[in-house]
């Protein structure tokens, strides 16, 4: 095993253990000798990479807001369907990571995190399909979607991944298509 392949097996089983004990408790009560104990490694070790748990927390986030970007970054060149498809592997093959990081017990201000990173690096979608929009009324768009596209990844997440990542991409291109179809009044009712 060389330096490089030592120095990842050593820092996932730190990430490891530290999701773990994250499941059980806050972080504010994690402590690195308990990392270290789980990890089945000493305390230098530990600090050869991090400070202290929130350290390694940010880190965890820090690393996911990166992969979140570079799938944003492919996502000109797809549909809705196709990027949502995209995002919700991803998300599939790190649920858990995002759902425990982003619990009371890790940092609950994570989502709003991802939906701004996400704002900042994707507006061009918006500016792709709604060109006559204001500036202020595609921001208003963009969270009116981006909390809703989250709320059913929240589900998602909750309901442990169960659902194929087509149906649940389909179902949400279905919504984004009846709500931007929406007449811009509602029917008159007759009394």
Known sequence: MGIDARTRYTKMMIRESFIQLLKEQPVS???????????EINRA???KYYEDAFDLLQKLEQELLEEILNSLSQFEQ???RESFIQ???HLKKRGEWFQIIGSSHGDPQFASRILSVCYENASFLIQKFFPHLTGTQKKWLYYFLAHGY???LGCWLDNGLQEPTEEIARFAEELLLKV???PATSPE???
Not at 29 to 39: L, Q, S, Y
Request: glycine share 6%; with cysteine.
């Open 45 to 47: 070790t530990f600090y």
């Open 150 to 152: 989250g709320g059913l």
């Open 78 to 80: 797809l549909s809705i």
């Open 29 to 39: 009560k994690i402590t690195v000798t308990k990392i270290c104990e789980m990890a």
């Open 180 to 182: 931007t179809a929406l």
């Open 87 to 89: 995002l919700l592997e």
């Open 189 to 191: 009712t007759n009394a």
